[in-house]
Nanobody, 125 residues
């Protein structure tokens, strides 16, 4: 069972930046994608960014496109989310997920996560 451990959340003023990290406990884990998802109070969890493990292709939801950048260190099996120009509406619990590509799902972030991290809070004021 792969464990994902997130870090890097916190509180920041609007316009600021944060960098989230997600490390997989099993360095040999070879899922098809790693992604970042977020859930604001009273809302459903939504995928905001993902990276395909084999190709490195990245996908973003429109709400974060051009502000957030997802990347991955293959050797360490760690994914990162660089978040710039943060807005109050970015406030949420952020979760890392890893799993399978679902290109037929019709979503901007086609990563179906089977493994989840514990979440890290991002608060923008």
């Amino acid at each position: 069972h792969v464990q994902l451990v997130e870090s890097g959340g916190g509180s920041v003023q609007a316009g600021g930046s944060l960098r989230l990290s997600c490390a997989a406990s099993d360095n040999t884990y070879s899922g098809e994608c790693m992604g970042w998802f977020r859930q604001a109070p009273g809302k459903e969890r939504e995928g905001i960014a993902m990276i395909a493990v084999s190709s490195g292709d990245a996908y973003y939801d429109d709400s974060v496109k051009d502000r957030f950048t997802i990347s991955r260190d293959g050797a360490k099996n760690t994914a990162f989310l660089e978040m710039n120009s943060l807005k109050a509406e970015d406030t949420a619990m952020y979760y890392c997920g890893a799993g399978e590509l679902v290109p037929w799902a019709g979503t901007p972030v086609p990563c179906s996560a089977q493994h989840w991290g514990q979440g890290t809070q991002v608060t923008v004021s």
